[in-house]
DNA sequence: TATGCGTGGAG
DNA sequence: TCTCCAAGCAT
């Protein structure tokens, strides 16, 4: 009898595996839940390269849960700032708080659900690699892997509950956190999106649509809409070597962040856009759902409430990139 | 189920 | 330059 799917990428995992400041080697025992945790936190929607550093910087200030309960969130968001949807940072602190008050982290998948910011996929992630726990784990790469497997024609987000049955039933019940991240590596290396390199795929003899013929064909997905473009203002006010900054309410954009004040583009559609002022440029920037062109203009008197920054410790102000490049515009 | 939520890299 | 999209979550 062939080897099994499981049996064959677990081979392959053993001597392909990437080694990664969070990751256990294969085989070893799990690593900390709280590297695994906070990793897989960042790693939402993050490329690996993109998190990295921050996950450096992280565990090196607060190396443990306990550290990271009892910092104040404007550290931690500021130390965010960069890595984008600043969600996760505001759930972090929440669910470091909680931990802390529980006294140890929860060990399975239900348990973890309930903490903030961790949903299906991290909950079953955090599950199968922290605490060696069977669980079906479905990420962006998992779902190409299996689309490609099994030719799952429907389009996604439709075809995610085939997608998960198929995954449960090629999961194996040792090393179901190994499995998880073989099929992560799989996808971000080999099963790309647009050039699959099928002769070095160790599942190749088993995947439908590499005998079909055109496997990045799949998966299929629904199209998408169109961008729309708004337009808005920002304010630089600058006073004897500092500027004047705000910290972003709510849980909207960008929420919880510094940032330069600015007439209610992210709010409103568009800005009010009626100041009067020197024009020190346009900054384009897209964001996941709109794309911004934000105009930046000089202003003398202070707007809302906020605090005096110093321009040589700017860096220090965990400004979100957008105003980051507001700001490098300003001080050109 | 659909929408809001960032950013930087690949092709 | 432009489009796509990445170890998703909350509502």
Redesign the pocket.
Known sequence: MAASISDTLLDWYDAHA?D?P??APPGAPPPDPYRVWL??VM????????VKPYFEAFTSRWPDMQALAAAPEEDVMAAW???????RAR?LVKAAKAVAELGAFPADEEALRKL????????A?VAAIAFGQRAVVV???VE?VVSRLFTIADPL??S??EIRERTDEITPEERAGDFA?AM??L??SLC????PKCLLCPLSHACAARAEGEPARYPV??P??AKPLRQGQAYWIEREGQVWLVRREG?????GMRALPDDGW?ARGDGVGNAIGEALGLVR?????FDLELSVLRQEETLGEGEWWPLDRLEDAGL???FAKAARLALA
């Open positions: 990437r990664l969070w990751r990793s897989e790693l939402q929607q993050t490329t690996v390269a993109a700032a960069g890595l984008g949807y600043y969600s759930n903030p910011g961790l949903g299906a996929y991290t909950a992630a990420d962006a790469n190409r987000p439709g995610r509950k991240q992560m590596d996808g971000s790309t999106v647009r050039d997905k629904a998408k809409k849980t909207g954009m960008l929420g992210s920037h897209g964001f996941t759902h979100p990139t957008l």
